[in-house]
């Protein structure tokens, strides 16, 4: 159930000034076997700096080890992370090993770090701080020699005060941190992130790659894209399928995409200062995490909402069927049960922090009995 994609990633694509940025984070960090932790918001490509960094690595030629915590079921994550010995609970029929292991000599990226359950996080810390660890029902240490590069799109330091995630973890894992910036805050970059993903989209689907008009670029750029490159990529699926003509123009583009008539800049966002050219640092590498709060805060969930609620709807509805697509092509056989779970997450902690966290009014709201919230609230990990 966990995620381990082995197959080579695409290059990242950026000519922004913020991704130059990125880019040469990355050319300094790659060398190096430190720690890194890369924030940024769903969808603005994580996974492709963690493999950027091993690729360029001294560990190229090891294992890349990708692993999704808050996809996996919490009573099952800990066995994902470290392996079991044969006997260790129902069903161990033999012994496996973990994501550690499977990662020696190479790099273990560690997604949505800020969703692990805070009981592993002990765990965790014990690894990175003493170098080796046990199998589920074991009792010889195992050592792995391992790169941990670990994301998340949460505010960690928020998770910290609120008491969910480990602040002595988070000093562990915050040895120098990377942020990628939000499409909306690279827009110059929009245009040839089209064109890229129009002849990939023509490439997977067999067909002529379709041109796009200077009018349908121009709508484009407009939308926020609450779901960053991967949503742009979906996109470009879509009107592969559905546009009439070999020319993309604006009326081939979808509702949501077409109705935006405003900027992204008058969203709360920096964009109108990207787009005439006056450099933003984006990509801190400093160790100092102190100095520059303001570069290390993920972007506020209000401000990447579209201009009004049809829009919202449908870029939510994009979000969801680029997750599916990214998990489908990767032949994934959990696809089902990841989203339905991250769904279900999501749906409960926004309900729980509009009652303040009153589980009976939140059952309420959400049109579910009392006992239905507080099993998925156990059964999600949520508590």
């Not at 879509?238 to 993309?248: F, R």
Request: proline share 6%.
């Amino acid at each position: 159930v966990a995620e381990e994609r082995m197959a080579a990633a695409p290059e990242m694509l950026g000519q922004a000034p913020a991704m130059q940025d990125v880019f040469r984070a990355i050319g300094r960090l790659s060398q190096s076997n430190v720690t890194v932790m890369i924030t940024g918001e769903s969808g603005s490509g994580k996974e492709l700096v963690a493999r950027a960094l091993h690729k360029h690595s001294p560990r190229a030629n090891g294992p890349f080890v990708a692993i999704n915590t808050a996809a996996i079921p919490k009573d099952l994550l800990e066995s994902e992370l470290f392996g079991h010995e044969r006997g260790a609970f129902t069903g161990a029929q033999t012994m496996r090993r973990g994501r550690f292991e499977q990662a020696d000599g190479g790099t273990l990226f560690l997604d949505e770090i800020g969703d692990m359950p805070f009981d592993l996080q002990t765990r965790l810390l014990r690894v990175l701080s003493d170098g080796h660890f046990y199998r589920v029902g074991g009792h010889n240490a195992v050592k792995a020699q391992v790169r941990v590069i670990a994301a998340t799109h949460q505010d960690l330091e928020q998770r910290v005060r609120d008491g969910v995630f480990r602040e002595d973890l988070f000093h562990r894992l915050n040895v120098i941190r990377l942020r990628l910036p939000a499409l909306r805050e690279r827009v110059e970059d929009v245009p040839m992130l089209t064109r890229h993903f129009l002849q990939q989209s023509a490439k997977q689907l067999g067909v002529e790659p379709k041109r796009i008009s200077d009018a349908a670029l121009a709508q484009i750029a407009l939308f926020p894209f609450p779901g960053n490159v991967r949503q742009l990529e979906n996109l470009c699926h879509w009107v592969t399928v559905m546009a009439p003509a070999q020319t993309i123009e604006p009326k081939d583009l979808p509702p949501d995409v077409l109705g935006v008539t405003v900027p992204p800049s008058s969203l709360g966002h920096t964009t109108a200062t990207r787009i005439v050219g006056v450099p933003m640092v984006q990509a801190d590498i400093s160790p100092d995490m102190e100095a520059q709060p303001a570069l290390l805060r993920p972007a506020s969930p209000e401000s990447a909402r579209p201009v009004d609620a049809p829009s919202a709807q449908a870029g939510w509805e994009l979000g969801l069927e680029a997750e599916a697509l990214e998990l489908l092509a990767n032949d994934r056989h959990d696809v089902w049960d990841v989203l339905s779970r991250r769904f279900e997450s999501k749906l409960i902690l926004t309900a729980l922090q509009n009652t303040r966290g009153r589980r009976i009014e939140a059952a309420q709201k959400l049109g579910i009995g009392r006992n239905t919230i507080t099993r998925k609230i156990q059964e999600l990990g949520l508590e």
